[in-house]
C-alpha cells in the first residue's frame, strides 16, 4: 500500500495567491482529515470528512480556506488568498471509521511558505 | 474545549537511560488517548490506543499507561532510534482529536 499521498511536498508563494494542496488516501479509507502544524500551536485539526461528506470544519480558520472531497480517492485544501501566517505543514490523514476507535494514517504533509 | 498538555518538551537521555514523557489531558467524555511517533519531515506514526483508565499497552521499549487525568510513555533502555517527537492526542465526546505540542526526545550513543 503507497499510503496517504500527498502533493506537493513543498511550496512557496507569494501573499495573495491562491494555494491548492491535494491528498489521496488509503483505498478503502472512509474518513479522511486535514490538519495544519506549527511550532506554536502544534497540530490542529481543520477539517475531516465522513464517507466524503464534511462533518466538522470547526477548526477552518478563516473563510479564505476551504476543502472539498468529491470522491472518496481525492480530496483538495484551498487557501485563497495566502498570507504569511498561513505558512505552516499541512497534513492529511486518513482512517476507516467502523466500530471503535480508528487509528489515522498520516501523509508526509506539505510544507507551505507564504511570503 | 478539550486540551492537551505534553511534558516535558523536550528530554535528552543517555542510551539505556529509562524515563517517562507525560500527557495531562481535559476532555468531555473521553473516547479514547492516542500516542504516535514523529519523525523530522514526516508525518505522525500511530502507537497506541487507550481507552479507560487503568489500560496498558506495550510495543517494544515502549509502554503507555493511563489514567482518568494523565497518560505516561515510559521508555525503557531507549535507543538512538528512539530519537522522535511524540504527540499525545485525545478524542473526547465531540468526536474530535486534540494533540498536544508534543515532546521531542533525543536520545544520545
Given at each position: 500500500?503507497?499510503?496517504?499521498?500527498?502533493?506537493?511536498?513543498?511550496?512557496v508563494t507569494e501573499m495573495g495567491q491562491?494555494?491548492?494542496?491535494?491528498?489521496?488516501?488509503?483505498?478503502?479509507?472512509?474518513?479522511?482529515?486535514?490538519?495544519?502544524?506549527?511550532?506554536?500551536?502544534?497540530?490542529?485539526?481543520?477539517?475531516?470528512?465522513?464517507?466524503?461528506?464534511?462533518?466538522?470544519?470547526?477548526?477552518?480558520?478563516?473563510?479564505?480556506?476551504?476543502?472539498?472531497?468529491?470522491?472518496?480517492?481525492?480530496?483538495?485544501?484551498?487557501?485563497?488568498?495566502?498570507?504569511?501566517?498561513?505558512?505552516?505543514?499541512?497534513?492529511?490523514?486518513?482512517?476507516?471509521?467502523?466500530?471503535?476507535?480508528?487509528?489515522?494514517?498520516?501523509?508526509?504533509?506539505?510544507?507551505?511558505?507564504?511570503? | 474545549?478539550?486540551?492537551?498538555?505534553?511534558?516535558?518538551?523536550?528530554?535528552?537521555?543517555?542510551?539505556?537511560?529509562?524515563?517517562?514523557?507525560?500527557?495531562?489531558?481535559?476532555?468531555?467524555?473521553?473516547?479514547?488517548?492516542?500516542?504516535?511517533?514523529?519523525?523530522?519531515?514526516?508525518?505522525?506514526?500511530?502507537?497506541?490506543?487507550?481507552?479507560?483508565?487503568?489500560?496498558?499497552?506495550?510495543?517494544?521499549?515502549?509502554?503507555?499507561?493511563?489514567?482518568?487525568?494523565?497518560?505516561?510513555?515510559?521508555?525503557?533502555?531507549?535507543?538512538?532510534?528512539?530519537?522522535?517527537?511524540?504527540?499525545?492526542?485525545?478524542?473526547?465526546?465531540?468526536?474530535?482529536?486534540?494533540?498536544?505540542?508534543?515532546?521531542?526526545?533525543?536520545?544520545?550513543?
Amino acid at each position: 500500500d503507497a499510503g496517504v499521498i500527498q502533493s506537493p511536498r513543498h511550496e512557496v508563494t507569494e501573499m495573495g495567491q491562491e494555494v491548492t494542496l491535494r491528498c489521496k488516501p488509503i483505498s478503502g479509507h472512509n474518513s479522511l482529515f486535514w490538519y495544519r502544524q506549527t511550532m506554536m500551536r502544534g497540530l490542529e485539526l481543520l477539517i475531516y470528512f465522513n464517507n466524503n461528506v464534511p462533518i466538522d470544519d470547526s477548526g477552518m480558520p478563516e473563510d479564505r480556506f476551504s476543502a472539498k472531497m468529491p470522491n472518496a480517492s481525492f480530496s483538495t485544501l484551498k487557501i485563497q488568498p495566502s498570507e504569511p501566517r498561513d505558512s505552516a505543514v499541512y497534513f492529511c490523514a486518513s482512517s476507516f471509521q467502523n466500530t471503535g476507535l480508528p487509528m489515522q494514517f498520516f501523509g508526509p504533509g506539505t510544507r507551505l511558505t507564504v511570503l | 474545549e478539550d486540551q492537551v498538555t505534553q511534558s516535558p518538551e523536550a528530554l535528552r537521555l543517555q542510551e539505556g537511560e529509562s524515563s517517562s514523557l507525560n500527557c495531562s489531558y481535559t476532555v468531555s467524555g473521553l473516547r479514547g488517548l492516542f500516542w504516535y511517533r514523529q519523525d523530522p519531515g514526516k508525518g505522525p506514526e500511530f502507537l497506541f490506543t487507550l481507552y479507560s483508565a487503568g489500560e496498558e499497552k506495550e510495543k517494544e521499549r515502549l509502554k503507555a499507561t493511563l489514567t482518568k487525568k494523565e497518560s505516561f510513555l515510559h521508555i525503557t533502555a531507549p535507543k538512538p532510534e528512539d530519537s522522535a517527537t511524540y504527540l499525545c492526542a485525545v478524542l473526547g465526546g465531540y468526536q474530535k482529536v486534540t494533540f498536544g505540542t508534543g515532546t521531542k526526545l533525543q536520545v544520545i550513543p
